[in-house]
């Protein structure tokens, strides 16, 4: 079955050609209004070669129409400016990050684009790094139309600013690409040299000729040695102060070792050199070690740029109604804002006036937008679709969710899974057993072959390297890490790549994992005979006025009926109900043991009021079933997963919900004691993930091997589970075992290239089969092989 696609983004096309744009004489289809607006501006500015050079499909627009654009006025305030625009007297310049960018096509269309506007000097765009640098006059245009321009063609582009690690990350990446460059200058001259004296051999070169040739490649390799490879000098005598060896102790000894062996032979005038194995080593070394720290980069770079989605500015209302254009730093809580459609939201806050719909995919992976009435929270950094919102701040700066999922990546990104650390301590010990090995191969080889034993031991110290071994685990876990962050997930606690691919059994709580836990109250029915002493406005407040201390989704549902009641000596008891008094009466609230009544079994979710009389009233909660629950249920059964729900819902209604998802075991009327001990005993024969809301259910979720969660965004930090899905979607959890696997699948390649590379090559290198230069060809070869594999995750599409 065939699907007709967005001619601009690629997506399916649901809505036939409601939405289309001429290209080349022909209509071509669009998946929505904001595609079709971006496509038609391209139309328009005579830009056809886009869509003939482009390699890869655009961007879908959802958030760019024609009436929504953003207005990036504030950026035009002369305080704002300030952080980012470089003023050079009648022109200024400023690097902008560009969000959209797929292809060189892209590059082209945004620098045709936006040189066509008056004013602009120049326009240079990276594709690879997606970022702009444009020069324009001020006297003739302002940088908020550049930015409509470009959003107009449907690319979102921002001020590009480095953040203090940014800038050290970039110090230190020149400075290593300085004492790689100059390895790699320096290993050609020294190459060149040694072919020189390798052919010498054969066409009897004279000895003054060679020792020149060994002079000048003494001079070439000096600052390979002692500048370029000072990394290696610096972990050695660091880890060997610490009382430990690590790989850089074995590189060390083989590049001092062979250099003053090489200058003591030239200095002599006999014996063999290898200036070029010296510099060649230097160079591959650290050309393995670039790759591995582009991988980190890559991989980390879109939990590193999340805190720039803060928008710089922010309107400001104040308590005459005006509004005013402020840097969004100067925001305090209490401070009321106004977000237009199109616009970043500035912080967190909670709606006071609006009804909108809010995109949170850049924080959660949900790409549907989510509907935000009055009360509802929402979060800085997320973008505003529909209609203005008026939002009370009631968070700022570190406090924010987008601050609190950067801690939590950084967490996650520092937790070393089982094998990493394994790697680690078997690269220690490996370090230890070559260095011995080299001792001894030296000492064997001295007594047979007393001019060989020098040069061989360098070969095994060289090949052995353990670097692919110290590189297998942490490139893939960045990588996984990094997927991760993409899909909206997660880790807070080591281990969780190790036991994602082990889970074979999955139990769920009900309230707030397989439903949304957003229960509101249907219905109120006051028990017959008692509707003279209470009207349901009362009754709902007396519920609102119990449950007023408790965060459990049942205790949400009655919160917007809350009033002037308050209730004292309010005691919980834990899967059963609430009780305390209200104006001097006694009222119990939960379920119909606790408020000593028996009930016939009912499909409905039921909560009951009592007095010191009796019952009161009963209310009728409803929750709505995850749209992708049912799809999640199906995809872990093909997994072969046993799954299960525990809850403490009575069985009647559980049971209806397990039959709407396809769930054949089913645990009802459970306390949290209840289900840490089915748990327990599940353990016996499985590896057992448990679906909690993140703050209730806590013993059986510290009791599960995972603990996976939900995350509301105030609940964020609250959360003690092992995974978070950020968002509403079940089948993340389905994804993330997917990555996981292939996660553990390329570890365990890469363990078994590097033990079995150095297993391979150690004999050779022993017996005398390995030239010193071969062997940091092989060793370099092993570690970039590691590092690449490690990298196809990222080329992962869930």
Known sequence: ????????????????????????????????????????????????????????????????????????????????????????????????????????????????????????????????????????????????????????????????QLDDQEVQSKKNSRKFLLRLGLAGFATMQVMMFALALYAGYFTGLEVEYRDYFRWVSMMFAAPVVFYSAQPFYFSALRALLAGRLNMDVSVSIAICGAYIASCIATVQGTGEVYFESVSMFTFFLLLGRYFEQAARQKASVSSSNLHKLVPLTAKRIGDDGSSEEIPAKRLQIGDLVLVRPGEVIPADGLVEQGHSAVNEAMLTGEQMPQSKLPGAQVYAGTINQDQPLKVRVNAIGQDQLVAEIIRLQELASNNKPAVAMTADKLSRYFSGTILSIAAITYLVWHQFSPEDAFWVTLSVLVATCPCALALATPTAVTCATALFTRLGVITRKAGVFEKLPQIDAVVFDKTGTLTCGNLTLLETRITKGREAEYSELQLQQVAAALEAGSLHPIALAFSPYAGTLEANEVHHQVARGISGKINGRDFKIGNAEFVGIELAPSEQQQVFLADEQGLVASFILQDRLREDAKNTVEALKANNIRLAIASGDTRPHVESLARQVGIAEVHADMSPADKLDYVRRLQQQHKVAMFGDGINDAPVLAGADLSIAMGSGTALAKNSADLILLGDHLWRFTQAIAVARKANRIIRQNLAWALGYNLLILPLAVTGHVAPYIAAIGMSASSLIVVSNSLRLLRVRL
């Open 1 to 160: 079955m065939t699907h007709t696609v967005c001619f601009h983004c690629g997506e399916p096309v649901t809505t036939g050609m409601q939405f289309s744009t001429v290209i080349d004489g022909q209509a071509q289809p669009m998946c929505c209004l904001g595609c079709q607006a971006v496509a038609q501006a391209i139309m328009d500015a005579g830009l056809t070669n886009y869509y003939k050079f482009r390699s890869e499909p655009g961007s879908r627009q959802n958030a760019l129409v024609p009436d929504e654009l953003k207005t990036f006025s504030a950026y035009d305030l002369p305080e704002v400016q300030q952080d980012f625009v470089h003023d050079q007297g009648n022109q200024t310049s400023v690097s902008l990050s560009i969000d959209g960018i797929t292809c060189a096509a892209c590059a082209w269309l945004i620098e045709h684009k936006v040189k066509q506007l008056p004013g602009i000097v120049s326009v240079q765009v990276n594709s690879t790094t997606q970022r702009a640098l444009i020069s324009w006059r001020p006297a003739d245009i302002k940088l908020s139309e550049i930015l409509n321009q470009i959003g107009r063609i449907g690319y979102q582009a921002a001020p590009y």
